[in-house]
């Protein structure tokens, strides 16, 4: 509470103007609308191919041809992926790796927040599934690709979508599915940790192995979009005025993405937890170095890869 009240009051950084990429390819998961869609708007107007993968066909139609007729340098594509199915996530990385494009950018933006319980196709609470398995699938699929892709001096570069609800997260091992007592914040809390543990032992992977890729976690603030629509209604009411005034904007919350995923600040820069343009203290926890080794391998496990 005292982190998102602090966060409220806290006016958004100024992302800087940053340089054209052009021939830069990025991918953004739940690039459709909210600050998914502002981060690849953001990307395909210094020049990247971005690639907006969504679950929805209609606002993935309309987002690129938006990004398309504000007249972007770049290239902007949608392509259908249902981040509750593993089965989808693997066909798209299979299919992206098949056009032989290179991957210098990964954004795992997409999620959902305070659902009531519900189970993904694979059985996984939808939280846990959506917001994290699903990313730490598809970064892991890619990642021979964003390897090939990055150079000493330009890294190929990974930016998790976190929150700071992580402070309040906590890792139930045993019941990662929170069968046993299910609360919708304990499960949105937990994956957001997640997502930071998985970004810092995946930092140390990609450091010892001397690859030329980066690993980030954001945490973009309090943003107004549709991530609140499940609030229940008299909590819609009052957040409605409160977001007007205190809210970012998704442009804004966004710029923290868009500073981790192309700002030349951050060049050869990862194991980072970032807010407001600046390298932030998570929580204590995800430093656990014994929990990010028991989550990734316990995370192997569920999504049916091979534990390195
Ligand atoms: N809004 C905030 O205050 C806030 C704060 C901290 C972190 N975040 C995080 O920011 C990210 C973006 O959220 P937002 O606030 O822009 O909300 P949003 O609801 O506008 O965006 C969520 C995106 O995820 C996509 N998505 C949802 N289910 C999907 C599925 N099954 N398959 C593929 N894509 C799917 C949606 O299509 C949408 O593009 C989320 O990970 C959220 O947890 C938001």
Same mark, same amino acid.
């Given at each position: 509470?005292?982190?998102?009240? %602090?966060? /409220?009051?806290?006016? =958004?950084?100024?992302?800087?103007?940053?340089?054209?990429?052009?021939?830069?390819?990025? &991918?953004?998961?739940?690039?459709?609308?909210? /600050?998914? %869609?502002?981060?690849?708007?953001?990307?395909?107007?210094?020049?990247?191919?971005? *690639?907006?993968?969504?679950?929805?066909?209609?606002?993935?139609?309309?987002? *690129?041809?938006? &990004?398309?007729?504000?007249?972007?340098?770049?290239?902007?594509?949608?392509?259908?992926?249902?981040?509750? =199915? /593993?089965? =989808?996530?693997?066909?798209?990385?299979?299919?992206?790796?098949?056009?032989?494009?290179?991957?210098? &950018?990964? *954004?795992?933006?997409?999620?959902? /927040?305070?659902?009531?319980?519900?189970?993904?196709?694979?059985?996984?609470?939808?939280?846990?599934?959506?917001? %994290?398995?699903?990313?730490?699938?598809?970064?892991?699929?890619?990642?021979?690709?964003?390897?090939?892709?990055?150079?000493?001096?330009?890294?190929?570069? &990974?930016?998790?979508?976190?929150?700071?609800?992580? %402070?309040?997260?906590? *890792?139930?091992?045993?019941?990662?599915n929170r069968r046993s007592c299910y609360s919708s914040h304990g499960a949105y809390s937990q994956s957001k940790l997640a997502l930071v543990l998985f970004t810092y032992h995946l930092q140390e992977q990609l450091t010892a192995g001397g690859y030329s890729v980066t690993a980030n976690a954001v945490d973009p603030g309090m943003v107004d979009t549709a991530l609140y629509d499940n609030l229940w209604s008299l909590a819609q009411m009052l957040k409605k005025p409160v977001a007007k005034v205190l809210f970012r904007t998704p442009a804004e919350g966004a710029s923290i993405a868009i500073y981790a995923a192309a700002a030349p600040d951050m060049e050869g820069v990862g194991g980072c937890y970032l807010y407001n343009g600046q390298k932030r203290q998570s929580s204590e926890l995800s430093y656990d170095s014994e929990l990010q080794a028991d989550m990734w391998k316990k995370s192997c496990q569920l999504v049916g890869l091979q534990h390195a």
């Amino acid at each position: 509470v005292k982190v998102l009240l %602090y966060q /409220m009051f806290n006016k =958004s950084f100024t992302l800087p103007v940053l340089p054209k990429q052009k021939g830069r390819v990025a &991918i953004v998961t739940g690039g459709t609308r909210g /600050m998914g %869609y502002e981060t690849a708007r953001h990307l395909a107007n210094l020049g990247m191919h971005v *690639v907006l993968v969504g679950n929805e066909k209609e606002e993935g139609a309309a987002a *690129v041809k938006r &990004i398309r007729e504000e007249g972007a340098e770049g290239k902007a594509e949608f392509v259908f992926v249902d981040l509750t =199915s /593993m089965k =989808s996530v693997r066909q798209f990385a299979q299919q992206f790796k098949e056009r032989g494009l290179p991957l210098h &950018i990964l *954004v795992n933006n997409a999620g959902t /927040m305070l659902v009531p319980e519900r189970q993904t196709e694979d059985g996984f609470e939808l939280h846990l599934g959506l917001n %994290y398995l699903s990313h730490f699938l598809l970064t892991n699929l890619l990642l021979d690709v964003l390897k090939r892709s990055g150079r000493p001096g330009s890294c190929a570069r &990974i930016v998790n979508m976190s929150s700071a609800t992580h %402070y309040a997260g906590v *890792v139930h091992m045993k019941d990662l599915n929170r069968r046993s007592c299910y609360s919708s914040h304990g499960a949105y809390s937990q994956s957001k940790l997640a997502l930071v543990l998985f970004t810092y032992h995946l930092q140390e992977q990609l450091t010892a192995g001397g690859y030329s890729v980066t690993a980030n976690a954001v945490d973009p603030g309090m943003v107004d979009t549709a991530l609140y629509d499940n609030l229940w209604s008299l909590a819609q009411m009052l957040k409605k005025p409160v977001a007007k005034v205190l809210f970012r904007t998704p442009a804004e919350g966004a710029s923290i993405a868009i500073y981790a995923a192309a700002a030349p600040d951050m060049e050869g820069v990862g194991g980072c937890y970032l807010y407001n343009g600046q390298k932030r203290q998570s929580s204590e926890l995800s430093y656990d170095s014994e929990l990010q080794a028991d989550m990734w391998k316990k995370s192997c496990q569920l999504v049916g890869l091979q534990h390195a």
